[in-house]
């Protein structure tokens, strides 16, 4: 038995997405069955789709930034209960027995996290299709709640946006008085601007659009710096503690290096395709470049409690999902403030 599911896919590199159907897996005894209410559009969505990182699998489905309503319970389901409002972000299952599952990094898993679409289950034989669709099956354990004072459709692009910025701030002990640098104002961006000035730093933009002044200095920011200004890398130098680089395409890590204090970290989160770094840009000042991939389960519901607590959201556009191809085109021209976000019910 399985659960005939419409969705959007894509089928080739250079294909659109065009409504699609696949069936869903019943719920397994540790199972939950979401119905899918939005689901965020996050660039790695758009990275896989046209199989910039290589390996990908179509047709794809993709979406991991899933809020929902549980909608049925497996036998074995203790966490949830039918009317649950939850979500699923990056990877829904691991292998739950190495040092990296144990520790509750779940993402870091030895023998790879599974993901929510464009990845094998861990049978070895069954795709995953991710939250561009209208429901999905998940084992209750790769389930978070979503706390109620946190409107829905923007709370979706925390599952991946806002966890993936949370967590290298957290792990890096970003603190009151620090000087960080959030490096591209777009989806992940912007929830890096709002994490980091709850926790107390002093937060810099800095951006290759300079019409986003105004705009990331309402969310939060500080400082707003225009790296195509001439003087931007000069007049910057040594300026910061931590930058958070969240860009999507090639750029020079060197340059952005320089920016960094002595004992500076500068930690990657965006995934462009790799570029070179110079020894000498991180030798002379004992600076550390670092990377960091979303965070466990456990600190995705710490973060979402984080959001509910301190009043912090997604500043979203909900789409209908006919518009999911003009939306990728415009997260391209880095025109979106800041996160598209498909509202399902206009796939029902
Ligand atoms: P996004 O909304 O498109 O934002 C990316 C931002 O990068 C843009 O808004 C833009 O900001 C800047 N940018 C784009 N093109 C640029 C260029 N040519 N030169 C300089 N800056 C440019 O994307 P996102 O969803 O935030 O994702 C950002 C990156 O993080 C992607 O590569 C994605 O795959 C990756 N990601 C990683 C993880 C992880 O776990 N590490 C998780 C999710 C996503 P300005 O206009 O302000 O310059
Ligand atoms: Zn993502
Ligand atoms: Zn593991």
């Known amino acids: 038995m399985s659960i005939p599911t419409p969705a959007y896919a894509v089928h080739s590199p250079t294909d659109a997405l065009v409504p699609w159907s696949f069936d869903r ?9 979401i119905e899918i209410l939005y689901c965020g559009v996050c660039h790695s969505d758009l990275h896989q789709a046209r199989d910039e990182w290589g390996g990908s699998i179509y047709p794809m489905v993709p979406g991991h930034e899933i809020v929902g309503t549980v909608t049925r319970v497996g036998s074995d389901v203790t966490k949830w209960k039918v009317g649950d ?8 299952d691991s292998c739950r027995q190495c040092e990296s599952c144990l520790a509750g990094e779940e993402q870091y898993c030895e023998s790879g996290m599974t993901g929510t679409y ?9 795709v995953m299709y991710g939250g561009y669709s209208t429901q999905i099956t998940v084992d209750q354990n790769y389930v978070v709640r979503i706390p109620e004072n946190v409107p829905l459709d923007r709370a979706a692009p925390l599952l991946c946006a806002g966890i993936t910025t949370y967590s290298p701030l957290r792990h890096f002990g970003i603190k009151p008085g620090d000087s960080v640098a959030i490096v591209g104002l777009g989806g ?6 709002k994490f980091a000035k709850a926790l107390g730093a002093h ?12 705009a990331a200095l309402e969310l939060g920011a500080d400082d707003f710096v225009a790296m195509n200004a001439p003087d931007a890398f000069s007049k910057n130098k040594t300026r910061f503690n931590f930058i958070l ?6 750029h020079e890590y060197n340059d952005y290096l320089g920016l960094l204090k002595l004992n500076g970290v500068m930690c990657l989160v965006g995934l462009p395709n790799p570029t070179t770094v110079g020894a000498f840009a991180l030798v002379g000042k004992r600076r550390s470049l670092a990377g960091s991939m979303i965070g466990g389960i456990a600190e995705t519901q710490e973060m979402l409690d984080f959001c509910a607590e301190k009043g912090i959201a997604a500043d979203v556009e909900v789409i209908a999902i006919q518009d999911i191809n003009e939306a990728y085109e415009r997260m391209l021209k880095s025109d979106v403030r800041y996160r598209f976000v498909i509202d399902l019910a206009t796939l029902k």
């Open 25 to 33: 897996r019943e719920p397994l005894a540790g199972d939950v069955l």
């Open 203 to 214: 937060v810099t933009v800095l951006s290759h659009s300079p019409g986003k002044r105004e």
């Open 118 to 126: 464009n990845a094998m289950g861990r049978d070895g034989v069954s």
């Open 245 to 250: 680089d969240t860009v999507s395409a090639d």
């Open 85 to 92: 409002t939850v979500g699923v972000g990056v990877f829904v």
């Open 188 to 193: 992940l961006g912007h929830m890096g601007v």
